[in-house]
Nanobody
Framework: QVQLVESGGGLVQAGGSLRLSCVASGRTFSTYGLGWFRQAPGKEREFVAY????????PYADSVKGRFTVSRDNAKNTLYLQMNNLKPDDTAVYFC?????????????WGQGTQVTVSS
């Protein structure tokens, strides 16, 4: 029902910055909870950041606090992740997730992911 497309990943030097985007389909984007997750090779997918429909931001993962900022632009159906002072440990595939309320249920939708590689 909801299609999500991430972009903005790439190769960057340690200490550099990237901004990831996630564009979602749907006419009720402003009602979606939105999150970023990442998965490094051989590791489990982990939470990075979350922003609710009101724009309230949940505590970031400890590993990214002070460096990453999540935001949303409801007029553009877009979720962002600004990543500053990148470290090699940030290397992972980054996924966005939309939490969509349908009736009394909440469905989770995932994008395909975008690769972020941080070199030292």
């Amino acid at each position: 029902q909801v299609q999500l497309v991430e972009s903005g990943g790439g190769l960057v030097q340690a200490g550099g910055s990237l901004r990831l985007s996630c564009v979602a389909s749907g006419r009720t984007f402003s009602t979606y909870g939105l999150g970023w997750f990442r998965q490094a090779p051989g590791k489990e997918r982990e939470f990075v950041a979350y922003i609710n429909p009101r724009g309230d931001i949940s505590p970031y993962a400890d590993s990214v606090k002070g460096r990453f900022t999540v935001s949303r632009d409801n007029a553009k159906n877009t979720l962002y992740l600004q990543m500053n002072n990148l470290k090699p440990d940030d290397t992972a595939v980054y996924f966005c997730r939309a939490d969509v309320v349908i009736g009394f249920n909440v469905n989770n939708y995932w994008g395909q992911g975008t690769q972020v590689t941080v070199s030292s």
